[in-house]
């Protein structure tokens, strides 16, 4: 039987533990196939920033301080901005098409 959820708690207690546990076990595997395949006997340590595998150590912990940070806020907010954020989204899209740089006889970003 499946859990219902009210919307006055925050969506930390909504989380499917088994999903993120495999969203980490990728995430780690990912980063050590990087380590290994830049591998430099110079640079030995995993932790150094100076290389590919150290920024991306980077990112990662960058991320899962994002990842908390969203589940801390109120899930009423995404509900009463979703339309906002579309409508930006949306004008985004069509002014590229106006005021884009043209890169490669294709036109994108600003």
Known sequence: MRKEYSYSKS???????????????????????????????????????????????????????????ILFIDPKFFSSTALFFYGVMMVMLIAVLFFGKTINNSRSWF
């Open 11 to 69: 969506s930390f207690y909504a989380i499917d533990w088994v999903m993120v546990l495999l969203y980490i076990a990728l995430v780690f595997f990912g980063w050590v196939n990087v380590y290994a395949s830049v591998y430099n006997e110079e640079h030995s340590q995993i932790f150094d920033i100076t290389q590919r595998y150290g920024k991306q150590m980077i990112w990662i912990v960058l991320a899962g301080l994002l990842a908390m940070a």
